[in-house]
């Protein structure tokens, strides 16, 4: 079991307020912010997006992972010490984990980074109906669905798995450098018989891959200087 980490979806949006702070403050709360990050990211897969100008409800994601509960605990426990997440709040958060699909020989139970541009994030929930078809046949039906993403090896797919873990059944992430392809990847999949069975697949989330410092600096448009900061 020890083989499947935990991946945790964490976005975060700050008060208005906070950027008619003094920007020593500022920087401040945002240097806090980075080493917390930094001492999460020794050991652990952590990642950054922004979402400033794609989302009215969150400016930035983080996703770590980790082999327990305990130490996605402990970051987020030190992450809310730092000065920055006083003015911080969490419109959402997913959790999810690593698991194989019984409907595919890929193996998703390494730790894998997001290495394109852009990622896309959304819970993902089936009708109970779904679970109550054989298994050959949900076998049957995902097939069909694999292969319309296979049309697309420019999107690459993270799903991690919530049963009973969050309030979702997924966390469905892709990433890829053209939007565009993504875009027709997913109006494609909804002509699928497997999509006669969701339930629910949003809020659904367009995030811009950046280090750690350009993703903060987007918050209040003033960049961390480079001799405090460290790119996560």
């Not at 949006?13 to 003094?22: E, F, G, I, N």
């Not at 280090?211 to 961390?224: Q, V």
Request: contains cysteine; glycine residues 6%; negative net charge.
């Amino acid at each position: 079991m020890s083989e499947r980490h935990f991946v945790k979806y964490t976005f975060l949006t700050v008060d208005p307020a906070w950027r008619r702070q003094p920007g020593e403050q500022r920087a401040r709360d945002k240097r806090e912010f980075l080493a917390a990050c930094e001492d999460f990211a020794d050991g652990h897969m952590l990642q950054s997006f922004s979402l400033v100008g794609t989302r009215a409800d969150a400016e930035l994601l983080l996703i770590s992972e980790a082999e327990n509960l305990d130490r996605i605990h402990e970051f987020h426990v030190v992450l809310s010490q730092s000065g920055l997440m006083k003015w911080a709040h969490m419109p959402h958060s997913f959790l999810g984990m690593r698991k194989s699909s019984e409907y595919s020989e890929d193996v998703r139970t390494i730790s894998r980074a997001f290495r394109g541009r852009y990622l896309f994030v959304y819970p993902f929930v089936k009708v109970r109906e779904w679970y109550g078809l054989p298994s050959e046949e949900r076998w049957r039906i995902m097939q069909n669905h694999i292969e319309v993403g296979r049309e697309y090896p420019g999107v690459d797919n993270h799903t991690t798995y919530s049963f009973g873990l969050d309030d979702q059944e997924f966390v469905v992430a892709f990433d890829t450098d053209d939007v565009g392809t993504f875009l027709d990847l997913v109006q494609r999949l909804r002509t699928t018989e497997a999509s006669r069975y969701t339930a629910r697949d949003t809020p659904s989330f367009t995030c811009i891959a950046a280090t750690l410092p350009r993703a903060l600096g987007a918050l209040d448009g003033e960049p961390i200087a480079l001799e405090v900061a460290a790119a996560v």
